[in-house]
Each structure stands twice: as structure tokens, then as C-alpha cells.
């Protein structure tokens, strides 16, 4: 059976479903034994009595912390791997120093974007350079591939069974926050906006903000209308988006942002019929234009009262098709039969 390692800072096995695991679940249907390593593997596989010196004597800042880690785990993952796909992330570090027959990129964030060390963007080259292929999820990051014959545009495949219209009942910590209610799935990290937020809580006082998601520094003294929930499995997200109104991206501006032409989060809300409204960013709105956009806070209160008025239509959903599992997942097996079997030669 052929072996593919998968290198991606997250758990395999948890709550967040990122791209690149998506793509390892098809290559496990394809017949693939899959192995997958995240950064807390990493940083621990080594000895109990020794793993714990890394944090703290070393500093991830400092490149001898990974070369360290690296060393000290080598002989744990030291195969000749038939495929090692690794996404923007620390692990392109053990990417670059991990033997395979096959390299592939997920190429799905702007890696500088999250404020790595330096020396991180000159890995991600490196890894660019030895990748047969590199699957990005945004055509705005095109420019970082030179070899465009290996460039492959796949944004995050959509499974429109994980969001059905019939029979979905209401979660049980949703059914005493009151309606309408605008929703927000997704990571609640530096990137999220809760001045938005905020404004528009305080300004439309009828209205139930539900975040759901890993957080980390919450402002003090939230509105009573905004609700935190917290992480809930992706499989189950399609019950909170049923039973919401609006889907809400409030996000601040930065790189990161406007590197994204394809966010998933749009085609998730668009799954179940929601309007949406967003920060408005150039790339972001050409492709999707039935998005309602706000670049002043100003705009958000009207906005909400606009598509409120609108209220969900799952004509919506037909735009999601075009990035359904079955489409993105038949080119990957394409790009993976050219490659495993010898027709792409770099």
C-alpha cells in the first residue's frame, strides 16, 4: 500500500476542517495509508524526559529550535514517503528535510500573513522549488509559484451533504439565544474584527450576534446581544447556520485578507442559503458579487437590515456547486494519476 504523510499544524483529528486534510481524506480513499503530523507531534514525540526543554530553553523563534526538534524526530518519520503533503505553515520546515517520491504544496494562506519568523518564507521557496505540484486555494497566490505548469488553482472543496435543508433540529445552546441572529463560523483570531462587531451589536440592539469557533483574547465588556459559543464540530455547523439569519465576515484588512479571492467561510454560508454580508476586499468581491460588501462600519447596521429583508435563498447554494467535493476532488485525482504515474517530470 502506498504511505502519504501529511504535515499541517493542526490535529487530523479535530474540531477545525482545513483544507489540506480534506485533500488527505480523498488521497486515503484513493487507497492511501496516511500518516499525519502536527506541530504538537512534533514538539513532543521526542522523549518525555527531554521533549519539554524545547519550549522553553530554545524559543520557536530560533531556527536551531526547529533543526533540533527536526534531529531528535528524524528517526520517527525518516521514510521515503510515496506522497508528503504539507500546507502554509511552521511545518514546511520538516517539509523541506522529510524524503518523498511526490511533493505536493496546499498552498491555502499567505504564510507571511501570520507573523512567522522570517526564515519561514524562505522555506516555503525551498518547498516550492521541490514540490511536483502546488494546489492553491486562491489564484492571488499565484505569483509565489514560478513554474506555473505545477500551479494548480483547487479552492476548499465544498461536501454539500455536510449541509442539508431537511430535518435540522435546532442545537440546544441556540434555542434560548433570540432571533434574528447573525452568525460567524470560523477562527476568532487576530485577524477577526470585534470592533465590527461590537459597533453593531450596541447600534442594533434586536439583534443576536453568534460566534462560533476557536477564540483567543476577547475584548472585555461584550454586548449582551453577542454570544460566544466556542468551538462545535464542522460536521454539526450546518445546524447553527440553519437556524441563523445573516452570515457575517467582519474581518480586518491585512495581506492575510486580501489574498483570499475563494474563502471557504462565503461558500459554507452560501451552502445553506444565507446572505452574507463582508469586508469589502477587490479580490474577494469580483468572484463573489452576491455578497453585500461594507468598507465603514457606518454600513453594517443598514446592510443587516438589507439582507434580513432579503432573507435566505438557496438559489444561493447553486453558486457552491461550482466548488463542490466531486468537481475540486476530480482534478486533485487527476494532478495525483499524472504524477504518480510518471507524466509530470520535474
Known amino acids: 500500500m502506498k504511505k502519504a504523510l501529511i504535515l499541517a499544524p493542526n490535529r487530523w483529528d479535530g474540531t477545525l476542517e482545513v483544507g489540506i486534510f480534506k485533500f488527505a481524506k480523498f488521497l486515503k480513499n484513493l487507497g492511501f495509508e496516511i500518516r499525519s503530523i502536527n506541530l504538537e507531534g512534533f514538539r513532543y514525540l521526542p522523549s518525555k524526559t527531554f521533549g519539554w526543554i524545547f519550549p522553553k530553553n530554545l524559543g520557536k523563534q530560533y531556527k536551531i529550535f526547529w533543526n533540533l526538534t ?11 514517503w510515496d506522497i508528503l503533503m504539507c500546507d502554509a505553515s511552521h511545518m514546511l520546515f520538516f517539509a523541506n528535510r522529510i524524503k518523498a517520491r511526490t511533493k505536493i504544496y496546499r498552498l491555502n494562506d499567505y504564510l507571511e500573513g501570520f507573523g512567522l519568523p522570517s526564515f519561514f518564507v524562505d522555506e516555503e521557496k525551498r518547498f516550492i522549488e521541490l514540490s511536483h505540484a502546488v494546489i492553491s486555494a486562491h489564484s492571488t497566490l499565484s505569483y509565489k509559484v514560478p513554474d506555473k505548469e505545477k500551479f494548480f488553482l483547487l479552492p476548499n472543496p465544498i461536501d454539500l451533504e455536510l449541509f442539508p435543508l431537511e430535518g435540522v433540529e435546532e442545537p440546544p445552546d441556540l434555542k434560548n439565544i433570540p432571533k434574528p441572529r447573525i452568525i460567524y463560523v470560523g477562527a476568532v483570531y487576530q485577524w477577526f474584527d470585534w470592533e465590527a462587531v461590537i459597533y453593531c451589536a450596541k447600534e442594533l440592539k434586536n439583534l443576536s450576534f453568534v460566534i462560533i469557533g476557536p477564540y483567543t483574547n476577547i475584548p472585555k465588556d461584550i454586548p449582551k446581544n453577542v454570544f460566544i459559543l466556542g468551538k462545535r464540530p464542522h460536521t454539526r455547523i450546518y445546524e447553527y447556520l440553519y437556524h441563523c439569519d445573516i452570515g457575517f465576515i467582519p474581518f480586518k484588512l491585512s ?24 469586508i469589502h476586499w477587490e479580490s474577494f468581491s469580483k468572484n463573489f458579487p452576491e ?10 447596521p443598514q446592510l443587516l437590515k438589507e439582507a434580513l429583508k432579503r432573507g435566505k435563498d438557496y438559489a444561493l447554494r447553486e453558486k457552491v456547486l461550482e466548488f463542490s467535493s466531486d468537481k475540486i476532488f476530480s482534478k486533485f485525482k487527476e494532478i495525483i494519476l499524472e504524477l504518480t504515474h510518471g507524466k509530470i517530470t520535474r
Not at 70 to 80: A, G, I, Q
Not at 262 to 273: D, H, I, Q, R, S
Not at 291 to 300: C, S
Open 291 to 300: 455578497v453585500m460588501f461594507y468598507k465603514e462600519y457606518k454600513e453594517i
Open 255 to 278: 495581506p492575510l485578507i486580501t489574498h483570499m479571492d475563494y474563502p471557504n467561510k462565503v461558500l459554507e454560508y452560501f451552502a445553506m442559503g444565507l446572505p452574507v454580508v463582508s
Open 70 to 80: 527536526h534531529y531528535l524526530n528524524s528517526f520517527k518519520v525518516w521514510e521515503n
